[in-house]
């Protein structure tokens, strides 16, 4: 690989996850790419994951590695801007609490965004069950995305993101504090005339166990319609239009 020399910043908002966090970090410490810090922003755990974390880092001794801790649970998307506010890096990078990069994700990724001279990247990635098994089912991405299109298909997962802080501003990253934040996200910087690219390349394995909010269908409906009308402010056939789209594409990854 040639020699980038760019920081990583690694964002990981940690919420009662003892279960899964200490596989989640090795993912990030075992990365083929090592030039890279990781915040782990504890949001307020209520189940021992904080003091898990302190223990494991105590033994581990990396400095590259911050535990930042908040007062109170303030949700994901605080927590996110919280690391966010502190990363040196100049690249940013979102991994969920309970989410697996495969060892080459940051490299290839890093490779891709160079190759296409793209402020944000993201790649294909797996289902994975309680275990962080893959079970086989890849949700594959497109080579490219604008606002419109990104409108009608979210495909863009949260852990598979890669920001370049030298071509999108650091302050446009923030994420907007309502349900699906991730999403919403994706929208304010397309909207704002950058492209998304996508690696369609399996680097990443999405754990569903414990996930209520995205197994409930009822709510995923609520949450993107919202988007489609509060947030984006669209119309009300121009929602139907686009949620049309949506709902047959997230229908067809889960099968």
């Given at each position: 690989?040639s020699?980038i020399?760019?920081?990583?910043?690694?964002?990981i908002p940690v919420?009662?996850?003892k279960?899964y966090i200490?596989?989640?970090?090795?993912?990030?410490?075992?990365?083929?790419?090592?030039d890279?810090e990781l915040?782990?922003?504890?949001?307020?755990s209520?189940?021992?994951?904080?003091?898990?974390l302190?223990?494991y880092?105590?033994r581990?001794?990396d400095?590259?590695?911050?535990?930042?801790?908040?007062?109170?649970?303030?949700?994901?998307?605080?927590?996110?801007n919280?690391?966010?506010?502190q990363?040196?890096?100049?690249y940013i990078a979102?991994?969920?609490?309970?989410?697996?990069?495969?060892?080459?994700k940051?490299?290839?990724?890093?490779?891709?965004?160079?190759?296409?001279r793209?402020?944000f990247?993201?790649?294909?990635y797996?289902?994975a069950?309680?275990?962080?098994?893959?079970?086989?089912?890849i949700?594959?991405v497109?080579?490219h995305?604008?606002?419109h299109q990104?409108?009608k298909?979210?495909?863009?997962?949260t852990s598979?993101?890669?920001?370049d802080?030298?071509?999108?501003?650091?302050e446009l990253?923030?994420?907007?504090?309502?349900?699906?934040?991730d999403?919403?996200?994706?929208?304010?910087?397309?909207r704002n005339?950058?492209?998304?690219?996508?690696?369609d390349?399996?680097?990443?394995?999405?754990?569903?166990?414990?996930?209520?909010?995205?197994?409930?269908?009822?709510e995923?409906?609520r949450r993107i319609?919202?988007?489609?009308?509060k947030?984006e402010?669209?119309?009300l056939p121009e929602?139907?239009w686009n949620?049309?789209?949506?709902?047959?594409?997230a229908?067809?990854r889960?099968i």
């Open positions: 690989m020699d020399g760019k920081t990583v910043s690694v964002i919420y009662n996850v279960d200490r596989d989640t970090v090795d993912s990030v410490l075992t990365q083929t790419w090592q890279w915040l782990l922003v504890e949001d307020g209520t189940d021992g994951t904080r003091e898990l302190e223990a880092l105590e581990i001794r400095e590259r590695v911050r535990l930042i801790c908040l007062p109170e649970n303030g949700g994901a998307a605080n927590a996110r919280q690391g966010l506010l990363a040196k890096g100049r979102y991994l969920d609490a309970d989410d697996l990069w495969e060892k080459e940051l490299e290839k990724e890093l490779l891709f965004a160079e190759r296409n793209a402020g990247v993201f790649t294909g797996e289902f069950d309680e275990n962080g098994k893959g079970t086989g089912k949700v594959r497109p080579e995305m604008n606002y990104a409108l298909n979210t495909t863009i997962f598979t993101v890669l920001f802080t030298a071509v999108i501003a650091k990253l923030e994420m907007p504090k309502v349900k699906s934040e999403t919403a996200l994706w929208w304010k910087i397309l005339g950058y492209m998304a690219y996508g690696l390349e399996n680097l990443v394995r999405y754990r569903r166990a414990g996930r209520t909010l995205s197994s409930n269908k009822l995923a409906i319609w919202n988007l489609y009308r947030v402010g669209l119309s929602s139907v949620f049309c789209f949506w709902a047959v594409r229908v067809s889960r």
